[in-house]
Nanobody, 126 residues
């Protein structure tokens, strides 16, 4: 059973930073595209950022481009999301996800992912 565990959420003031981390137990981790999604109350789950299996290609939602950075360490089976310049609109539960696809624009779609973490709450106060 593949498991994903997120850490690093919390409460931060607007303009602050947080770093989310996700540890995966999936075999052949370096073949899996990884993504971060978020879901605010009453809203659909939305794409935030994704990274190809090799780490060579990254994708970002327009709303976070230039503020968030996704990275991965395949030796440790970890993926990270560095979030800077946080805004109250970034408040949501953030989910780490693993895809059987190693890359491509499909990594921006929720349906591309077959494994999800439990989520970690990020709250940004104004």
């Amino acid at each position: 059973q593949v498991q994903l565990e997120e850490t690093g959420g919390g409460l931060v003031q607007a303009g602050g930073s947080l770093r989310l981390s996700c540890v995966a137990s999936r075999r052949a981790f370096n073949f899996n595209g990884m993504g971060w999604f978020r879901q605010a109350p009453g809203k659909d789950r939305e794409f935030v950022a994704a990274i190809s299996g090799s780490g060579g290609t990254t994708y970002y939602a327009d709303s976070v481009k230039g503020r968030f950075t996704i990275s991965r360490d395949n030796t440790k089976k970890q993926v990270h999301l560095q979030m800077d310049g946080l805004k109250p609109d970034d408040t949501a539960v953030y989910y780490c996800a693993s895809s059987p696809w190693s890359g491509g624009t499909e990594l921006q779609r929720v349906t591309t992912y077959d494994r999800w973490g439990q989520g970690t709450q990020v709250t940004v106060s104004s």
